[in-house]
């Protein structure tokens, strides 16, 4: 095979990007690695791979420009704050390349919801309203039960049910202070109230070329979803739906996709599942997030990154058969705010039968935030068994052997007049 480049676009801190270049090196890519940067910094460090990924047009002609002299094979975005960017830039090099447009519908939730409703894709009842608006002129015409939810954050961020007006009231109020804590204009932002959809989550990895959807991993969300908030916890696959359910679900994934212009490399779909059918919760172009990965292998032996790199620089792939048994991940949920000072019980949970690894990477002394504002996990509790269910018992199992030590956070609250 002939030397192969890509170009490897990631935010600073990104979990996944240590497993995409694990994947270039296996497969003797050369990357070069282009990291969202603050300009101010970007023009300090004078690195050409630092771009300031939000002026997308800029940035799309510093890229172009970088690989003239070292042409690639491939744009790979690792996450969400990369795709329209690697849209941007493949479509500029001749590559196999999204509609720029499909990974801004993507990535904005309204846009989302209106892509599909007009191609037909089941979507809850949706409708935005200006974050300005008093949210008391309006409770009595929404439909209950609602989710409330900024339209541009992630990791079911400031994602709020309610099931009366005056849930609604303070649902639509905490989602504004989240989006202009998160500094979004609220004089511009929009917020998005929809029909809670009822019934059992999944998530669908998948891969796309010309618009044709393969499925590479169907995941079951065994724990109930049902709010108020939305923390996602155990990731299960295979998957324990029946073959004709899955079917509907793949089904309905790909014509989400294709609703939103998304016809190339990886997607991340959800979909609850309930006696009407599927219904589209999101889908991302990009990968699974955090460390969810790990568990997935394919053929023989190919990760997950391995096979979106393969596929993207357009060599064939063997195999997108799942290797092994079920496998498992569970995101160890927030329990509570405070500062994070010790985990204790990682031993014994490691020596749960089944459990692969523990993965703490939340950090110690400082403070946790749980959801809806927070947009973090403690960590990653990865299991492999014979079944699905025991692959579930055991990441329960293991999770019940792990005690977080979290004391109160003391804030400083600057001095006001005091009352008399
Ligand atoms: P994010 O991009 O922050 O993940 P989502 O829109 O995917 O936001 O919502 C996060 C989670 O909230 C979903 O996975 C789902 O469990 C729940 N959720 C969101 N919208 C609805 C809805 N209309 N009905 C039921 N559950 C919902
Ligand atoms: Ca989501």
């Known amino acids: 095979m002939r030397h192969r480049r890509i170009a490897l676009l990631s935010s600073p801190t990104s979990y996944r990007t240590p497993a995409f270049l694990a994947a270039a090196e296996r497969l003797k890519l050369e990357v070069i690695h282009i990291v969202d940067t603050p300009e101010a910094l970007a023009r300090e460090w004078r690195r050409p791979e630092a771009i300031d990924f939000s002026q997308s047009e800029a940035a799309a002609a510093r ?13 790979v975005p690792v ?6 960017l690697a849209a941007l830039v493949a479509s500029r090099l001749g590559l196999p390349h999204n509609d720029p447009d499909a990974a801004l519908a993507a990535r904005d939730k309204l846009r989302m919801r209106e892509r599909l409703h007009a191609h037909g894709v089941p979507v809850p009842r949706f409708r935005p309203y200006p974050a300005a608006i008093d949210p008391r002129s309006i409770a009595q015409e929404i439909e209950y039960p609602c989710v409330v939810k900024p339209t541009l954050l992630s990791g079911s961020r400031g994602v709020i049910r309610a099931d009366h007006p005056s ?18 204009d609220l004089e511009r932002a929009v917020i998005l109230v929809e029909r809670f959809v009822p019934g059992f989550e999944v998530a669908l990895e998948g891969l796309l070329t010309e618009g044709q959807l393969q499925v590479l991993a ?9 709010g108020p908030f939305f923390e996602e916890t155990i990731y299960v696959t295979p998957s324990r739906l029946t073959e004709t359910t899955q079917k509907a679900v793949a089904e309905c994934a790909g014509r989400a996709a294709a609703a939103l212009g998304l016809r190339t490399g990886p997607i991340h779909a959800e979909l609850r599942v309930n006696d009407q059918g599927p219904w589209l ?7 699974i997030g955090g460390l969810c990965s790990t568990i997935l292998e394919f053929g023989t032996g190919m990760t997950l990154e391995e096979l979106i790199l393969t596929h993207a620089i357009g060599e064939p792939i063997t195999s997108f ?3 092994g048994e079920a496998v498992g991940v569970m995101m160890i949920p927030i329990p509570r705010s405070g500062i994070l000072r010790r985990v204790e019980g990682i031993e014994e949970a490691r020596t749960v039968p089944g459990i692969l690894g523990i993965e703490i990477t939340a950090k110690l002394n400082h403070p946790l935030v749980p959801l809806p504002e927070g947009a ?15 692959v579930e018992e055991a990441l329960r199992a293991a999770h019940r052997q792990l005690v977080f030590r979290i004391t109160p956070e003391i804030r400083l609250q600057p001095v006001t007049a005091m009352r008399p």
Request: aromatic fraction near 8%; charged fraction near 35%; hydrophobic fraction near 45%.
């Open 167 to 184: 849930e609604f009231v303070a649902a639509f109020e905490r989602v504004r202070r989240i989006i202009a804590s998160d500094g979004g």
């Open 218 to 226: 169907l995941f079951d969300k065994p724990d109930p979803l049902d």
């Open 79 to 84: 996450d969400d704050s990369a795709t329209l």
């Open 376 to 390: 973090s996990y403690l960590g990653f509790i990865f299991a492999r068994a014979r079944t699905p269910a025991e």
């Open 281 to 287: 919760i999101e889908v991302a172009g990009r990968s």
């Open 63 to 75: 890229i172009v420009e970088l690989v003239r002299e070292r042409p690639v094979d491939a744009v």
């Open 321 to 323: 058969e799942r290797r």
